[in-house]
């Protein structure tokens, strides 16, 4: 799997919504890998999450750090080398801790 490009990840998310009821949904969304540790890749999720409307106190953020395994990944998109360099230079708004396995 390349560093830089953009794959495809699907989220399970359960969220509260403005009136505290819980949302369930499942949503697509493009994730650029920036680093492996052993089988594990961390990735910058590049997509902006759709649950943000209904759910405006998400945990998951644009440029939020998420880890996943290659079985994770259901389409991949080949980023040009600018592009690629872009998103690496990008300074996450969360990080994920570097012991996840």
């Known amino acids: 799997m390349p560093i830089g490009h953009s794959v495809k990840l699907q989220f399970h998310l359960s969220l509260l919504d403005k009136s505290n009821k819980e949302v369930a949904a499942i949503e697509n969304m493009w994730v650029a890998p920036v680093e492996r540790i052993g089988a594990v890749y961390i990735g910058l999720l590049t997509s902006t999450p759709a649950l943000l409307e209904a759910c405006p ?30 998103i690496m230079g990008v300074e996450p708004k969360r990080t994920w801790p570097r012991n996840y396995h």
């Open 57 to 86: 106190e998400s945990l998951l953020v644009q440029f939020m750090e998420v880890p996943f395994r290659l079985e994770h990944i259901f389409d991949y998109f080949p980023q040009t080398d600018d592009d690629a360099a872009w």
